[in-house]
């Protein structure tokens, strides 16, 4: 058994976008399990979006990562010592082992997977990202057939899993991704409708216009995932009892706000409200973290889907832990094409 382990520490709160010399490579002793915990060798994480907000020191839903703590991150691997009843050696399990080779966790902390679907699955299509573009969409969403969905970073997972499940519930779905690759897989991978390329729209007039064709009754649901230029588009075309279900707004992330209005201001706020009560808009913010109740009702529902392949999944894999800076530096950018993950050993 490797007698150390490798984390991935934050080193400095990032200004703007993350660089290299905000995170460090570090060596740690491997611990050993206290009485009900489980170590485990682990096999591949996940880089999320939300990573980003715990770099910085700004009171939010979440605590931030402190310097010289460990980068949080969901993880998938193998137990290699167990001191709990409910995990042998050799078992495959889900937990929040952080950028790291190894975690060691309790038991209780940790979900077992089975064999039937590949372990990557459990961070992405049937994991938490998945999982929150099911409930956003179905629980906060309430889709109808008929009517029309937008959706913007709608290749990664959580976009895709909004777009697939609406497709299948009779929605006219409309996604919004950047570059012509993206929208070529959002439509001939994960059956969009239409596709429009964020960047070939330089500001929220032009992509509206575009939007006006690929959705010619108006939007119903706008499921945000991104913020900026794109929400500025969107919400003037929003119908009458439109839902919103606000899941995140990367486009401000490096900018160490929750995203935003382009060019907004206190002026603007105003029109944003009466625009609320005026076409009676339910918007419903969420942290997926607050609803696993409902997990084994996805599961139960998505996980046949995916194992028959009528739920698509992408996934976008680097090699080593050491490049896991660099991948999530490119996720905040655009650079994944699908779920990012790191394989780690
Ligand atoms: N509320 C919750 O509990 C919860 C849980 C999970 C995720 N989320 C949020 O859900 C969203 C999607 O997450 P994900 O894991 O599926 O990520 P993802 O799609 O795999 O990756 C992020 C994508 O965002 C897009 N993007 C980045 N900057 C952008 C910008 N300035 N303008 C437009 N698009 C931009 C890029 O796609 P394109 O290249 O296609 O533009 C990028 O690939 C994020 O906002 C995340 O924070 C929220």
Redesign the pocket.
Known sequence: MTETMHQITLAARPEGAPKDSDFALVQAPLPTPAEGEVLVRVQYMSL???MRGRMDDAKSYAAPVPIGGVMEAGGVGEVIASNSPHFAVGDKAFGMFGWASHGCLPAKEMRKLDDSLPLTTALGVLG??GF??WY?LTELGRPKAGETLVV?????????MVGQIAKARGLHTVA????PD?CKLATEKFGFDVALD?YAYPDAKSLRAALKEAAPKGIDIYFE??G???FEAVLPMMNTFGRIP??????G?NAGRLGGVAGSGPDRLPALWSSILVKQMSVN?????NHYDHYGKFLAEVAPLVATGEIAVLEDITEGLENAPRAFMG??????V???IVKIG
Request: hydrophobic share 35%; net charge positive.
């Open positions: 999320d979006p939300y938490m990202p929150t573009g956003g913007a970073a709608a290749t990664g997972p959580v976009g895709s919004i991704a950047g570059g993206k964020h995932n991104v900026g230029k794109i606000v899941c995140g707004m990367i486009a992330y913010g969420f942290i997926i973290s996720l905040l950018e655009g650079k994944n699908g779920k990012q």
